[in-house]
C-alpha cells in the first residue's frame, strides 16, 4: 500500500452520527460583515435621534 493513497472510504465516526456535515445544512443568509457593522453604529444614532426628537414625558 503506497503512502500517497488516501482513505476514500467514509470513516467509522461519520457512519455512527458524530460528525456533523456543513454541506447538507440547509441554506443560511449570508450577510456582508460591513452591513453588521454599519447597523451596529447606526442603532444607537437612530435610537438618539428619536429620544432628543420626542423625549419621554
Do not use: W
Request: aromatic share 12%; charged share 20%; glycine share 2%.
Amino acid at each position: 500500500m503506497s503512502s500517497r493513497r488516501r482513505r476514500t472510504t467514509p470513516s467509522i465516526a461519520s457512519y455512527v452520527g458524530l460528525i456533523r456535515f456543513y454541506e447538507e445544512v440547509e441554506e443560511q443568509i449570508k450577510i456582508h460583515p460591513y452591513l453588521i457593522l454599519l447597523l451596529s453604529a447606526l442603532t444607537p444614532i437612530v435610537i438618539l435621534t428619536i429620544h432628543f426628537l420626542f423625549p419621554y414625558r
